[in-house]
């Protein structure tokens, strides 16, 4: 006779509680222009976010990362903070002319000596620390031999990688080519709102194919000195791109966005080819020429998880004419970052906004992710980046409450939750970002931490979305509902 297995009454304490699968990567994440100062110390030299920002009109009120947070006197501060917070493991960028100040040559040993000891002090304290190679901050140098449209600039990321993985190789486990490959090609050389702030849709194609091409050049160069064990990946702010309607135009619109914004950058990275219909869509403003033989095979390396950035969906339609890409929530500029897709019109998808007026919406993380799970079922996922800004402020007592951040975080890391539960294999979740910091055209107007930083006396003040997170990252689970645990 078949028993029925007892099943345990809920704990109250417990009930409507998400745990987490054991072994989840519960992590913060910074980036070395956003955060460090010191722009002329130790034989750093400009990058293109030095010059960009130093150009009246480019960055809002004329903000700089010339001191940034000061991290890069801070850093012992800031990693105790990291330690306060509980976390596995810390997502920072290794700042290219700091390290090769030229963009050629041998390394700096200052440069390099700054993240050895901030690699040694995470290990330290039981936080793993996980490396962006590139994070937007391409040395002057390089752009001015022609920068990122140029091919040179793939090989000469290939021997920066392979500087950074004879001098932290030893310690750093997991690594990260490029971060959003989307904003360096389509921002910084199509509609021009960040570095170089150059608008050519056609250098902004040859650009997206010579930052794939640094991907695999620079993932080689990685794997050659690695030890068996260490983890090489890219991170991609994949958009969530939902049509307007369910109109044949308006998916068409969907489509070619998806093309420009997500397929071009996993078409040959996880795929080994570029999409016939981007290729098609564009062919108006490029021959793709560029591509030569053997680089797509030399793009499609083996991925060991995908970093994926996420935090607002992306919604269109056909337009009736050009212009509209302005509304497109990547900034304001006459020049569209979308090569070949200006019939489309950006709307504002519904909902509730953050301080960037990017709609909050949780289930665009999740149909993404179970999206991702479908196109690429082997791949690991890793949320490299998660989070949002609002107008944050120091009360009275010396506190800072950030109720809607907490429920934005509780959002998402519910919707992680549900994903895993549908089988996605989401190994980890980075909090975008431990301080606020230099928002790149927004300057230092956008709070995206969880740390406040007072920018006149570099005070950091953990915000109450700090202790949320410290509790969910303690006990590997999202409590039921958003105030709980702050
Ligand atoms: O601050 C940026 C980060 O540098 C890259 N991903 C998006 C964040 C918020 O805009």
Redesign the pocket.
């Known amino acids: 006779m078949a028993t029925a297995s007892r099943t345990a009454e809920p704990d109250p304490e417990t009930r409507g509680v998400r745990a987490f699968p054991p072994g989840f990567l519960w992590g913060t994440a910074t980036?070395a222009y956003?955060i460090e100062g010191a722009a002329d110390e130790d034989g750093r030299t400009p990058s293109i976010w030095d010059t960009y920002s130093h150009t009246p009109g480019r960055v809002r009120n004329g903000d700089t990362g010339d001191t940034a947070c000061d991290h890069y006197h801070l850093w012992r501060e800031d990693v105790a903070l990291m330690a306060d917070l509980g976390v596995g493991a810390y997502r920072f960028s290794v700042s290219w002319p700091r390290v090769q100040p030229t963009g050629r040559g041998p390394a700096s040993p200052k440069g390099v000596d700054f993240y050895s000891r901030l690699v040694d002090e995470l290990l330290d304290k039981g936080i793993q620390p996980v490396v962006t190679l590139y994070?937007w901050d391409l040395p002057q140098e390089l752009e001015d031999a022609g920068g990122w449209p140029e091919r040179d600039t793939a090989h000469r990321f290939a021997d920066y990688a392979g500087l950074v993985a004879d001098a932290l190789g030893d310690r750093v486990t997991t690594w990260t080519t490029l971060?959003?490959p989307w904003c360096s090609a389509f921002l910084g050389y199509g509609s021009g709102v960040h570095a170089p702030g150059r608008t050519d849709q056609a250098d902004a194609l040859r650009a997206a194919h010579h930052l794939n091409l640094a991907h695999g050049l620079g993932t080689r160069a990685l794997r050659d000195r690695l030890p068996t064990g260490a983890r090489t990946s890219v991170t991609l702010?994949l958009h969530h791109v939902r049509s307007l309607t369910d109109g044949d135009a308006d998916r068409d619109a969907a489509r070619r966005i998806d093309g420009v914004a997500n397929r071009i950058f996993t078409g040959p990275m996880l795929r080994g080819e570029y999409p016939e219909d981007v290729l098609r869509d564009t062919a108006h403003l490029t021959d793709w020429s560029f591509v030569r033989d053997g680089d797509t095979e030399t793009i499609h390396r083996p991925l060991d998880f995908l970093g994926v950035?996420y935090?607002s969906p992306t919604l269109v339609s056909a337009a009736s004419g050009p212009g509209s890409h302005t509304a497109d929530g990547h900034g304001v500029s006459d020049h569209s970052p979308w090569p070949g897709a200006d019939d489309v019109a950006f709307h504002r998808s519904p909902g509730t906004t953050t301080a960037m007026g990017w709609a909050v919406d949780p289930d665009g993380l999740y149909e993404l992710l179970l999206r991702v799970k479908g196109d690429f079922p082997e791949l690991p996922l890793v949320i490299t980046?998660n989070g949002a800004a609002f107008d944050d402020y120091v009360d009275p007592e010396g506190r800072v409450h950030d109720p809607e951040r907490i429920s934005y975080l509780h959002g998402h890391l519910a919707a992680v939750h549900r994903a895993i539960e549908a089988g996605v294999d989401v190994r980890g979740y980075f909090l975008?970002s431990l301080l606020d910091n230099f928002?790149?055209g927004h300057g230092y107007s956008k709070r995206?931490g969880a740390v406040y930083v007072d920018y006149a006396t570099r005070r950091r003040i953990p915000k109450q979305s700090f202790h949320w997170y410290a509790r969910v990252v303690r006990d590997g689970a999202l409590p039921p509902d958003p105030g709980a645990g702050a």
């Open positions: 980036a956003q994070h971060n959003e702010n950035n935090y980046e975008w928002e790149w995206f």
